[in-house]
Structures are given as structure tokens and as C-alpha cells.
């Protein structure tokens, strides 16, 4: 008797403390803190949507994106017109520049992809006989606080007879958008013009049709320099340096997390990489630890 009333009086306990945790997770009060005015209240949602440091929600940049990629499903087989490679009978493609305006500026950059193309035997004089266009609008550095940054390309383009909505039109891009968002923004609708750009989203390459092009800076050369370290197809090649960077370790904004956690790889022998924190005209008031040390460094 005296074992069963003690078995029943711990299942009593048991259910009383398996209530307790129930309702204690189920119902959790906020206890009534007496230094309440001191806590950080909650964040609103558009607080929440917001980055630090940015001007722009990713709501807002999702619609940014979307207006500048309204042809976003663009194929070759629905954005390019395949008989311009048939004109005339003849089979191939020829492309074709725009020639430039009087005043306009053409970085040395820009100017090295079009004598390469110019100078290739792909290249017509003859805009009936081309299946490909190339702007002769320098379309490389589309950042609005830019020297190289060309205004009204929207207005120019639409001018052009053959522009047709961008179709069968080659756009070559380095630099988009303005610090510290960089969007991909161009500042023009490129309509179904195929994109060759450096940094491209890749929640926006179009693939097939889009072409993935490396950053490259305008002291690099237009045709072959001097030999580099791969004497033989071996594995590991023979070379002095595996990887080289050197540029700008943005301090916010988009890029700044990659910059910034790739920063131990360098060692100074075969992996190199060499950044400055002078970016921007308020560069200082974001400072870090690193600062000093690589920007000695970078000098």
C-alpha cells in the first residue's frame, strides 16, 4: 500500500513537471525587467530589409534588377535573328562597328576590344553584311561617378536603324553601378543585346547567350606579351606565382565580405594579394585593424 501511494505520488510529479515545460515553452511571459528602458527595443521590418550602409532594401533591388533585365529569358534561339548569317549567301557571321562620334571619348580599354575585332576576319565594313553589332559607344565603366562614364547611350542606341531592340548586339561591360551598392545597372536598357561582362550575377546570366569576361585592367596588353612561367603541360605547372590581386579591400558594401575573408590566403610568396582601404571619400570612418598594415603594403 504504502509503494503504491509513493508510485502514484511520483506520476503526480511527473505530469506536473511535464506540464510546467509545456506551458513554459508554449507560454513564455517576457519577464518584467526593472531597466527596461535601457534594452534595445525591436527592429521594425524595414529596418530588418535594409543593409547597413546602403541606401537600398533588396526589395528595391530586386525591382532594380528586374527593370534592368526585363529580356531575361533571352535564348539564342529567341533573341537572335540567325539568317543576318546568311545574307548574301554568305555563311558565317561577320560583325560589324558602329563608328564613333566626334566627341565621344573611348578609354584605351574599350579601344583594344575594338581593333581586336576590327583587325579579325570577322570584321565587315558593311552593316548588310554583319550578324553581329558592336556599340562604338565606349559602354565599359558605367559607373555615374566615372570620368569614363558616357551620358544618354539610351537616347544614341535607340537612334540607330539597326538597333532592333538590341537583337544581335554585343555589349561589353566592366563597371557597374555607383559605391557602394554597385547594382548591375547600366544606365541603358540593353533590350535582347547579349552581355559581355566581368562580375556578372548569376542569378541573371542568361546561359548561351551572356558571356562571362574576366576583369582586366588598361594595361593589359592587346595581343601576346612576354612569355610567362608554363614552359610544359605539367601538373603543377612550373610558375613563380600561383595567384596575384591587387586593388581596392572595400570596407562596406557589396564585396567588401569577400575582399575582406580572403585576406589570409596571402602569403607573400606564391599567393599574393595586396589591398587598399582608401576607397571612397570616407574610407576613415570605416576603418579597421588592417588599414595601416595593408595599405603600407599595397604602396
Given at each position: 500500500?504504502?509503494?503504491?501511494?509513493?508510485?502514484v505520488?511520483?506520476?503526480?510529479c511527473?505530469?506536473?513537471?511535464?506540464?510546467?515545460?509545456?506551458w513554459?515553452e508554449?507560454?513564455?511571459?517576457?519577464?518584467?525587467?526593472?531597466?527596461?528602458?535601457?534594452?534595445?527595443?525591436?527592429?521594425?521590418?524595414?529596418?530588418?530589409?535594409?543593409?547597413?550602409?546602403?541606401a537600398?532594401?533588396?526589395?528595391?533591388?530586386?525591382q532594380a534588377?528586374?527593370?534592368?533585365?526585363?529580356?531575361?529569358?533571352?535564348?539564342?534561339?529567341?533573341c537572335?535573328?540567325?539568317?543576318r548569317?546568311?545574307r548574301?549567301?554568305?555563311?558565317?557571321?561577320?560583325?560589324?562597328?558602329?563608328?564613333?562620334?566626334?566627341n565621344?571619348?573611348?578609354?584605351?580599354?574599350?579601344?583594344?576590344?575594338l581593333?581586336?575585332i576590327?583587325?579579325?576576319?570577322?570584321?565587315?565594313?558593311?552593316?548588310?553584311e554583319?550578324?553581329?553589332?558592336?556599340?562604338?559607344?565606349?559602354?565599359?565603366?558605367?559607373?555615374?561617378?566615372?570620368?569614363?562614364?558616357?551620358?544618354?547611350?539610351?537616347?544614341?542606341?535607340?537612334g540607330?536603324?539597326?538597333?532592333?531592340?538590341?537583337?544581335?548586339?554585343?555589349?561589353?561591360?566592366?563597371?557597374?553601378g555607383?559605391?557602394?551598392?554597385?547594382?548591375?545597372?547600366?544606365?541603358?536598357?540593353?533590350?535582347?543585346a547579349?552581355?559581355?561582362k566581368?562580375?556578372?550575377?548569376?542569378?541573371?546570366?542568361?546561359?548561351?547567350?551572356?558571356?562571362?569576361?574576366?576583369?582586366?585592367?588598361?594595361?593589359?596588353p592587346?595581343?601576346?606579351g612576354?612569355?610567362?612561367?608554363?614552359?610544359?603541360?605539367?601538373?603543377?605547372?612550373?610558375r613563380?606565382?600561383?595567384?596575384?590581386?591587387?586593388?581596392?579591400?572595400?570596407?562596406?558594401?557589396?564585396g567588401?565580405?569577400?575582399?575582406?575573408?580572403?585576406?589570409h590566403?596571402?602569403?607573400?610568396?606564391?599567393?599574393?594579394?595586396?589591398?587598399?582601404?582608401?576607397?571612397?571619400?570616407?574610407?576613415?570612418?570605416?576603418?579597421d585593424?588592417?588599414?595601416d598594415?595593408?595599405?603600407l603594403?599595397?604602396?
Amino acid at each position: 500500500m504504502q509503494a503504491r501511494k509513493k508510485y502514484v505520488l511520483l506520476g503526480l510529479c511527473a505530469c506536473c513537471w511535464l506540464l510546467l515545460f509545456y506551458w513554459g515553452e508554449v507560454v513564455r511571459f517576457w519577464p518584467n525587467w526593472t531597466d527596461r528602458a535601457f534594452l534595445p527595443r525591436y527592429a521594425h521590418l524595414e529596418e530588418l530589409q535594409t543593409d547597413p550602409g546602403t541606401a537600398e532594401s533588396p526589395r528595391q533591388r530586386r525591382q532594380a534588377w528586374s527593370a534592368i533585365y526585363k529580356d531575361s529569358r533571352c535564348r539564342m534561339e529567341t533573341c537572335f535573328d540567325f539568317s543576318r548569317c546568311r545574307r548574301r549567301g554568305r555563311e558565317g557571321f561577320r560583325v560589324y562597328i558602329y563608328p564613333s562620334e566626334k566627341n565621344d571619348h573611348v578609354s584605351e580599354s574599350y579601344r583594344k576590344i575594338l581593333t581586336s575585332i576590327a583587325e579579325s576576319r570577322y570584321y565587315t565594313t558593311d552593316p548588310r553584311e554583319a550578324c553581329l553589332f558592336v556599340l562604338g559607344i565606349d559602354t565599359l565603366d558605367r559607373d555615374q561617378l566615372s570620368g569614363q562614364f558616357v551620358q544618354n547611350v539610351d537616347d544614341r542606341i535607340r537612334g540607330y536603324p539597326l538597333w532592333n531592340d538590341g537583337r544581335n548586339h554585343l555589349i561589353f561591360n566592366l563597371y557597374s553601378g555607383t559605391w557602394p551598392n554597385y547594382t548591375e545597372d547600366l544606365g541603358f536598357n540593353i533590350g535582347q543585346a547579349m552581355l559581355a561582362k566581368a562580375s556578372l550575377n548569376t542569378e541573371h546570366f542568361r546561359p548561351g547567350f551572356d558571356i562571362s569576361i574576366p576583369l582586366f585592367s588598361k594595361d593589359h596588353p592587346q595581343k601576346g606579351g612576354e612569355r610567362g612561367w608554363l614552359v610544359r603541360n605539367t601538373v603543377p605547372p612550373r610558375r613563380k606565382y600561383l595567384l596575384m590581386f591587387k586593388g581596392k579591400r572595400y570596407l562596406t558594401g557589396i564585396g567588401s565580405d569577400t575582399r575582406n575573408a580572403l585576406h589570409h590566403i596571402h602569403n607573400g610568396k606564391d599567393i599574393v594579394s595586396l589591398t587598399t582601404c582608401k576607397h571612397g571619400k570616407d574610407w576613415e570612418k570605416h576603418k579597421d585593424a588592417r588599414c595601416d598594415h595593408d595599405n603600407l603594403e599595397y604602396e
